[in-house]
């Protein structure tokens, strides 16, 4: 049995170039991330935060430092961590609910049990009258649920998000927003979210990685306190406000 | 009387407009015809016409085996020119190596116009079925081949990158994105290739004058029998219109997706399926 304290995820002065080292697109980042945690990644554009998850992901290497999840370092796509991006990349000749199964299509023939695993997932994501809709019968946000659907599907237990409701209407995204609290809650997982919103990373995370450009790096670790569950009128308190000074400071936008 | 006019009466009128407009023509060309105004060796009365239709569908009944004859070739020629167009625009879009050697040759052959190699498929192959299905052939591989070939290099790549982040193998890649990915740009080259096979098979008959549909024309026009070969031609104008709305048809049923009427329709199957699983 691994220890709920132990780290999930760790970088040890992760770095990342490219161009042979004429752009450094991360530097020396450092950190360690219990199971359970929501970290947010915050920052503006340049500042590393979407190469920091496709690193943690194993899409691409890091040119120097270690990033380990559950313990083993990366070196590659694996099962236990999933990806979400802005758009929702679903397959148009599938339904939804064959959305879903996609993963588990690419690891093994699907199971009775798989099918209602995707169906459920389904549900579970307020899509569960629409599994056998076509994405172009769904609606962009509908379209990010059933991603998210199929990103629950793979089993992993760390989820990486980049920007996943970053196209949608300010009232859909707040919505998603509160569903995803509720999914990863439910699910426990270790979840990890880049926005370049600083009050949507506060209000979702437990812990948000304020990020600078040029070279990118994790600036500073904040720490959110706040209890859960959250509500959206959270953002009008002062401790919530306090938080986004201290963010705005970082970022010396203040 | 109603004020708003009603859309079925308004459908009416206008179809009762067309084909008052099309007897007019009609009757037009058959007084322009009778009154001498027209040569009638080369412009037969579409009364005449009428009755060879008759005669060559009915009375006489000879345009059933030729025309028997010519689909025969067109979809043999079709299925193995569009077939082995899709299956080398597949290998070549898959691998960049094959594709930059080849391409060169593909652009050349593509300037030429296939129509031209037409005496050499008979020179190297004799008179007869072959060479015919082979010029079908040539003038069906293009289409489907071109378009494969762009469907398969054409991949979104943010698709790609989910299939590599789920660990999918070259094959399932293959399988499961890029195949489906490009169907409806297939489907538009086979659409293509199928018309120009109906061109290809009056070709290689007006070459090879034995039988079929092409030759059947060409002997009518030599014996001055105008009227029979307007029949024809108005026979292959319908044969034509059927291929299209055959091909439509079909890609309504293959690229669902790209229609909302058939995706309704392919969801409510696949629901069925599942609830009888």
Known sequence: MTNDAAPVVTGTHVGKTFANGAVVALENAQFNIPKGTFVSLVGPSG??????????AGLIEASSGE???????????RQDVGMMFQKATLLEWRTALENVLLPTELQRKPTRADEDKARDLLGLVGLGDFAFSFPAQLSGGMQQRVALARLLQTGADVLLLDEPFGALDEFTREHLNLELLRIVGELGATTIFVTHNIAEAIFLADQVFVMTPRPGRIARIVDVPLERPRRLALQTTPEFNRLVVEVRETLGEL | MALAPDPMGVALRRGLTHAGLFLGLLLLWETSARLGWLNPLFYPRPSDILLSFGRIYVTQGNVWYHLYVSLGLVFTGFLAGSILGVALG???????????????????????????????MIAALGFGAPSKIAIIMLVCFFAPFINTLSGVINVNEEKLELFRALGASKWQILRKLVLPDAVPVIMAGERLALT?????????????????????????????????????????TIVGFLIFKGMEWLDRRIAYWNHDADMARVSARRKARWEAR
Request: with cysteine; aromatic share 6%; glycine share 8%.
């Open chain 1, 47 to 56: 500042c590393g935060k979407s190469t920091l998850l496709r690193l943690i």
């Open chain 1, 67 to 77: 990033i380990t999840l559950h313990g083993t370092p990366v070196r590659g796509p």
């Open chain 2, 90 to 120: 597949s290998l070549v879009g898959l691998n960049p190596t094959v594709r930059r050697f080849l391409q060169p040759y593909v652009i050349v052959l593509e300037a030429t116009p296939r129509i031209a190699l037409a005496p050499l």
């Open chain 2, 196 to 236: 120009a096979a109906l061109s290809g098979v009056l070709v290689a008959e007006f070459i090879q004058r034995d039988k079929g549909i092409g030759s059947l024309i060409l002997t009518y026009t030599r014996n001055l029998n105008m009227a029979s070969a307007f029949a024809c031609i108005f026979t292959l």
